[in-house]
């Protein structure tokens, strides 16, 4: 996006005022432990990438990694980016040869994308150890790769690996790379904090010195750089923003902060705060507000258990517990949340808990879009049951789902139920070879669209565990009359003996949470049965999810 | 601890040169959804912070909540500090009351918590929607507080809540509360960013002007300030790094970074940074290296899935994809690592030697009493068997007695087990009229002595849930032969559904914890069957009890 640096306002310390977000989940991101993208996954990524409006997408290496390179293929055919540009990630060429038949580099440039980021050592140490060339030989090769790319007309960006470290090491070295590199034309030079050891102070004084001895050589504008932060301080987010406030105009990042070790920079986290703490305008028009939905739809994607407790995009990045101040908050929530969290696209939620009066149960009712203002009785009902359940160890706080179920059953009649219990039989058998078998059978009333009986079964499945056995034998009986049940799937099951109590012989609270790929919601049970709770968690999370289903609600 | 301030060398910029870590994981970090600690659990998270070496262990809110209460009577009684002190939080006293006089105030003193914590207003506009006072009864509520708290032999904080926006909102008065409270006495006074909207530019430069005009009335050493940093913008680390660079010597956080909304700052990379990279000594001798090790055993205690990618703590922290630079890395790891990862007790993982692994069982096994270093052959097996059940989910750091049986098993041809399972049997029934019952049927070997069989029983047993009777049948079975089994009690069961799995069909983690009224200890259980997974843990439960009361072994 253009605009001014925000640092010096109307006169831009960088040409053009140009100022890039660029995104490396599908690349540098891809390194996290136990996340493995297929090439449809990477496709829908960069779209919603594009729907964000991040300016690069750095999508993979083609040439290195087969599967990138098939993703390169299929995106210059199927992908029709709204604003980014496609990124080829690489290395500059090989020592002692040149760019224009380098077969490494050639297969960048098959690619068909836009733009190449070349990855370049700036510290002397990793010259010698891990490339084994001379400090001539490593400036050769970024110049010619940058050059050579250019007359390919590709933008080309170099990211600078281990640039602290070298800076610190070497600071003529380190710098004469970053010249090299931006006088070949490279559209900017990114800094790597490839180790992730450093603090803002740091980046700072890094950025502030390289700048200095830069601009002591080339023209101001011609200082273009970057900055690619990993979070092995927990101080990503920071040092990408002590970066942009020491000059930098251009950010990487990942979704969600996904990376090696601790992880890469969250990009969502700076663009977040490079919008609402620095007053610049990183994101088209309308991109804010999408980002907490294309965290969570990402984090699908990736198959990660979102992060309930990310800045900003989290689930509880906004939750408040309500207890003596909801009162307060319900005046005035600006003193409570540090954005308005509808910025980006979240939402403030107040916990319902044991402390909950009757403002904070108002409060929770019109997030779901349920006014309780105007009925006072009802308001009443539904505290005074809240704390009762709350007291006997049920937990709404977490179970959204299980909470409005309570509130429609209180000024509506209810939610229909799709079917009522009967009886269960749960047994685990462990045989004498010490194999374990679990079977449940379930008997049931099958309900039809007003909540009347309409049908009779007896399902009966076996699973790893008791739980999964229930489940199984309540969706075999449901299935013929529910084809939708097949969409619901669990997404998390937590069992916590409650506080105070003793051991095997205490009450049980069970939380599942249940997904139909649009959304996600938790129920909870409480019972002295482990069995028991499940159940009730489990029965409500369907009747929620088959309700949630049905055009006719929502 | 005592060490110079970083930034002024040997010329501190605050009083004494007294540095605190202060960690509020029971009280702040105890907000945060979900989490829920029983008295117990505080107790045990309070021993492993006081061994780390923090130097304050805020507990929660005596008089207010009243399991804190119980707590801190409980702390008195039982807890015996090597380093800490222990402060009860709570509120500055009524608007036009006295301390002396308020009851909240009272129950503070109650605590026998040698510190208080007290929250004051900074900020005006809470001033007057909170509290709903004036700008100069807020000061005398807090000048009173303090000073009670010192007629009465306590440390006491002030934590100015909201303090960044208070001081953004009219910086004179919230640099007047600060004042107030350091000349009544207050040991420091702690800058809360509450909302957590504020990234270190901000802190820098709050910070920095606000000792500027402190400094123009008081005495430089008077002037002691701290830090409460919360999550929302990702910065919560680097602001409270900032804060000390600008003359703090106050640092708060929780473990792990628990927390309500985005969390707190995570206090092990708070402290890790501060040892680390602003080369101050924080913890005493011998603490940072137990940084990983107490990391995951306060979460295992939470029940909370530990942070894989938690910065220094978490187990893939200092994780690499050996890829290209395999050799590199194996050559010269200080080139890949930010910090040696044995600094803070933690692996690198491409290169867990055998080693590593054999020097830390080593090491625990010396704990138990048990000398393995001349026994190699037995380390190996040991390290190997036990890299192969955690690498199945198995958890021995939060489960000692297993641990223990495991080495015993291997060295000493194993503990007699008193039985030897057969099959059982569980059945959960819930019948037409809701009643749930759970029945148990284990058929068994008992042994003698030496673990020869000496008989063989069949008993059932009925329980509240399908656990509880699988310990009951248990007990009926063994009773006649094993008397002492009536002082084992179960103090704790936890379940844990293994991260990166789906929902119920998934690999279950039981943790069970008994007690024989003089110790206790805890038993892993891990199977896809919840069942099989406790049962597992409760026979080893029992059969380490048992041991354990024979008069012949300790």
């Not at 400090?135 to 600078?160: K, P, W, Y």
């Not at 994607?301 to 900003?312: F, L, S």
């Not at 990045?317 to 319900?330: E, L, M, R, T």
């Not at 619901?488 to 012989?505: H, N, P, W, Y």
């Amino acid at each position: 996006m253009t605009q001014p640096d925000p640092q010096t306002g109307s006169d831009p310390a960088n040409s053009g005022g140009d100022f890039h977000v660029f995104d490396t989940t599908l690349r540098d991101g891809a390194q996290m432990e136990g996340l493995r993208y297929s090439v449809a996954d990477k496709l829908a990524v960069a779209e919603l990438l594009d729907e964000l409006g991040v300016d690069y997408i750095e999508g993979g290496w083609p040439g290195a990694i087969p599967s990138d390179t098939e993703f390169f293929a299929r995106a210059a055919e199927e992908l029709n980016f709204k604003h980014a540009k496609l990124v080829a990630f690489g290395m500059t060429r090989r020592a002692h040869s040149s760019a224009a038949e380098d077969p490494g580099f050639q297969a960048l440039l098959d690619s068909r994308a836009p733009v190449l980021c070349l990855v370049a050592k700036s510290d002397m140490r990793h010259v010698e150890q891990a490339l084994k060339t001379t400090a001539e030989e490593n400036l050769a090769m970024i110049a010619d790769s940058v050059r050579t790319g250019r007359e390919h007309d590709r933008q080309v960006f170099i990211d600078c690996e281990h640039f602290f470290d070298g800076f610190r090491h070497d600071p003529e070295y380190a710098t004469l790379v970053v010249r090299t590199a931006l006088e070949a034309g490279a559209e900017a030079v990114v800094l790597c904090d490839t180790n992730g050891g450093r603090i803002p102070s740091d980046i700072t004084e890094a950025v502030t010195e390289l700048r200095r001895r830069l601009e002591a050589v080339l023209p101001r504008e011609r200082v273009r750089l970057g900055m690619h932060a990993q979070n092995d301080t927990g101080c990503a987010v920071a040092n990408t923003l002590a970066a942009v406030q020491a000059g930098v105009m251009h950010v990487q990042g990942t979704a969600n902060g996904y990376g090696e070790r601790p992880g890469n920079a969250n990009l969502f986290s700076v663009i977040a705060n490079l919008e609402t703490k620095l007053g610049m305008k990183v994101l088209p028009d309308g991109g804010l507000e999408q980002l907490t939905r294309i965290s969570h739809a990402i984090a699908e994607i990736a198959n990660m258990i979102p992060d309930e407790h990310a800045p900003y995009t989290g689930h509880a990045a906004f939750a408040h517990k309500a207890g003596i101040h909801a009162s307060a908050i319900k005046a005035d929530p600006a003193l409570y949340n540090h954005v308005d969290p509808t910025v980006v696209g979240n939402d403030m939620r107040i916990l319902v808990t044991e402390m909950a009066g009757r403002a904070s149960v108002e409060l929770k009712g019109r997030e779901l879009g349920i006014d309780l203002s105007g009925d006072k009785e009802a308001l009443d009902r539904i505290t005074k049951r809240v704390k009762e359940l709350e007291s006997k160890g049920w937990s709404f706080e977490a179970a959204d789902a299980s909470f409005e179920l309570l509130v429609r059953d209180e000024v509506e009649g209810g939610l229909p139920r799709p079917f009522k219990l009967d009886t269960y039989r749960v047994i685990v058998d462990h045989d004498p070879n010490g194999a374990t078998v679990a079977e449940a059978t379930v008997r049931l009333d099958i309900n039809g669209e007003h909540g009347e009986a309409v049908e009779h079964r007896i399902a009966t499945a076996q699973g790893n565990g008791p739980v999964n056995a229930l489940d199984a034998a309540l969706r075999s009986a449901l299935a013929a009359r529910h084809p939708r049940l097949a969409e619901l799937t669990l997404s998390d099951f937590k069992v916590r003996i409650l506080a105070g109590s003793k051991g095997t012989d205490a009450v049980t609270r069970v939380l599942i949470s249940m997904s139909d790929g649009e959304a996600e919601w938790t129920t909870v049970g409480v019972a002295p049965n482990l069995i028991e709770a499940s159940w009730n968690a489990l029965a409500d999370g369907l009747a929620y999810g088959l309700n949630r289903r049905k055009p006719s609600k929502s």
